[in-house]
């Protein structure tokens, strides 16, 4: 480990760590979660997914920035992606229950509003399921596409202003990778488990917990480019 990554360990352990030493700041911040979520979740995700980015660069280039990457206009994207992801959390962990027990499983939904049991972890399996066997494939086409849009204009923020040429685009992605790796790798192996334990959470965590789940985002993202070159 170089003293570059001591150092971006260093401030990124400063900048999470009032959150878990002071009551005040602890206090704040789940009041302004209870008050405002799709706001809050703006912030999460462009902090922690942009984050996960940022890691997945050094892993796949060996620094944590370079020119044309764009660190804001990704902050950005990842915000706005973060509120879409909070709406389709509330959408599907509300509707799925239902869904469920109206295939005779009974109990889902009352259990989805207390601790863990059995009926909990059902209901929580089939609302990843259903999330990321609909959502999450759309979801992960449009980042790509903003990413890419990101790149062609330099890593510059005037990126996110410019139309998108959707066919240009949607052409130049790699779907052997995309369908290969992302879709049929990480969507059954790590989404899917990775979001049955966030619907397990109290719901005021949920939406923190997927939003740091977008650090291991940044890290498929990086084996998907280099997928990607070599095919």
């Excluded at 764009?70 to 509120?83: D, E, H, K, N, S």
Aim: glycine share 10%; charged share 15%.
């Amino acid at each position: 480990m170089k003293t570059k990554d001591l150092l971006f360990g260093g401030i990124t352990i400063l900048c999470f760590l009032p959150f878990f030493v002071s009551e005040s700041v602890y206090n704040g911040y789940t009041e302004c979660n209870a008050s405002h979520p799709y706001i809050m979740a703006f912030f999460k995700f462009a902090i922690l997914a942009t984050l996960g980015e940022v890691i997945g660069l050094r892993i796949k280039n060996g620094v944590y920035n370079e020119p044309g990457f764009g660190i804001l206009p990704r902050a950005v994207v990842w915000g706005f992606l973060g509120m879409w992801i909070a709406i389709a959390m509330k959408t599907f962990s509300s509707g799925v229950p239902y869904l469920i027990q109206s295939f005779g499983i009974d109990g889902v939904v009352d259990a989805m509003k207390h601790d863990i049991s059995m009926e909990k972890v059902v209901g929580a399996f089939f609302i990843s399921v259903m999330m990321n066997t609909t959502f999450g494939p759309v979801f992960m086409t449009l980042h790509k596409i903003t990413d890419t849009q990101i790149l062609r204009y330099g890593g510059k923020l005037n990126a996110l202003a410019k139309p998108l040429p959707m066919g240009e685009l949607l052409s130049s992605l790699n779907w052997k990778v995309q369908w290969g790796f992302v879709f049929k790798k990480t969507i059954p192996f790590f989404w899917i488990p990775a979001h049955t334990i966030t619907f397990l959470l109290p719901g005021q965590y949920q939406v923190l917990f997927a939003a740091f789940l977008g650090v291991a985002l940044g890290v498929f993202l990086s084996i998907a480019a280099v997928m990607s070159r070599k095919k």
